[in-house]
């Protein structure tokens, strides 16, 4: 299965936490949507959706924690009779990342995914640049810094 | 089965000389349901990984055509990993020391998964 990145310091944390947790899907994004990385999709209209829908689960999720006067959740779990679906956030020097991945239960688990992403936030953690305003991504720009990510990630 | 329940089934495993840490693991996700363990082990990564190898042998198992495990013993050089599962889909799993009496621990472990099946 092949990762690719928008930025390369993602790659071998999500490499290693594809093989390791046996995901199927991977995307690394911003809570904006904006695509880090991706590792099993084949179709930019595919990354795109779960971009958009995978932030807008995040979003949501966050308010509501805002509105309990709680931290925002540390992850988000939902199983369905054949596919799992982890939703979680890692903090980083390059600002916070947005972890989707999507499972097999035939070949993986919750608790394996659970347990490859601790790994996976360490290593994002380290790996990312240091000293790096996080980016602020105007609506404006929005369109065009996605159509950008989606070239460089599927080669168009 | 109330949390007191598990208390007391894992408490059965654990006062077996040599077992250092005894957990219910919900197989299909690898969850911890319950555990008493002694400090320094990782209860949810021994679930993850006892909960993937107990697929894995179970689909090996029946490619073998040799029915479903009742009982793994996987012997390391510094301890050992004892895993029952049980008819509701949980793993009773021991987490020992090398010395430790497997027959004695078995017995528990088996006890342990007919009550939580």
Known sequence: ?156 | MSANGYESLLSRITSVRGVRGAMVVAGADGLVVAEQLMEGIKGAAVAALAASLATRLGRAMEAGGVGTGVFWHLQAERGALLVVPARSGMLVVAVAEPGVNAGLARLELLRAAESVA
Do not use: C
């Open chain 1, 1 to 156: 299965m092949t990762a690719r990145a928008v930025e390369g310091w993602t790659l071998d944390p999500l490499t290693t936490f594809v093989q390791e947790a046996g995901a199927r899907l991977v995307l690394l994004m911003t809570p904006a949507g904006q695509v880090l990385a991706q590792s099993g999709f084949t179709r930019a209209v595919d990354v795109m959706s779960a971009a958009a829908l995978g932030a807008a689960i995040f979003a949501s999720t966050t308010e509501i924690a805002r509105q309990l006067g709680e931290p925002p959740f540390a992850g988000l779990a939902h199983q369905g009779e054949r596919h799992g679906i982890f939703l979680a956030p890692v903090t980083t020097d390059r600002g916070p990342v947005v972890v989707l991945a999507v499972y097999q239960l035939e070949n993986s688990s919750l608790g394996l995914v659970q347990l490859f992403f601790e790994q996976l936030a360490t290593d994002l953690r380290a790996a990312s640049p240091k000293g790096v305003e996080p980016k602020q991504v105007l609506a404006a720009d929005f369109e065009r810094e996605l159509s950008d990510s989606l070239n460089s990630l599927f080669g168009r």
